[in-house]
């Protein structure tokens, strides 16, 4: 069974750090691209888009108003990317899901990860 399992949520102080790491398992892949979305409960009716990376280049995108504190990284070998986040802020507090795009035009989801930040 083809799944993105996801791993580092947790609970987190302002101004501290994160890495969410988000593998793939079950299937061949014939991966495009990987990255991350998050939906904050109450605010947003959608995912919304936090980093993608393209798989064979290696190029990283994030949404604009996110600012740079965002990284993604991926791992060839093991089809997995992680995203580092620094300076977490209160307004980080989310679940942030995993995806994969593969050529088939397969979007596979994570089952999700809850951030939480907070003093």
């Not at 609970?11 to 990987?34: E, H, I, K, W, Y």
């Not at 995108?61 to 991926?74: P, Q």
Request: aromatic share 10%; glycine share 12%; proline share 3%.
């Amino acid at each position: 069974q083809v799944q993105l399992v996801e791993s580092g949520g947790g609970l987190v102080q302002p101004g501290g750090s994160l890495r969410l790491s988000c593998a793939a398992s079950g299937g061949t892949f014939n991966v495009m691209d990987m990255g991350w979305f998050r939906q904050i409960p109450g605010v947003d009716q959608d995912r919304r888009i936090v980093a993608r990376i393209s798989w064979r280049a290696g190029s990283a995108h994030y949404r604009d108003a996110l600012g740079g504190r965002f990284t993604i990284t991926r791992d060839h070998n093991k089809i997995a990317v992680s995203l580092q986040i620094n300076t977490l802020e209160p307004e980080d507090t989310a679940i942030y899901y995993c995806y994969l795009d593969d050529y088939e035009r397969r979007r596979i989801w994570g089952q999700g990860t809850q951030v939480t930040v907070s003093s």
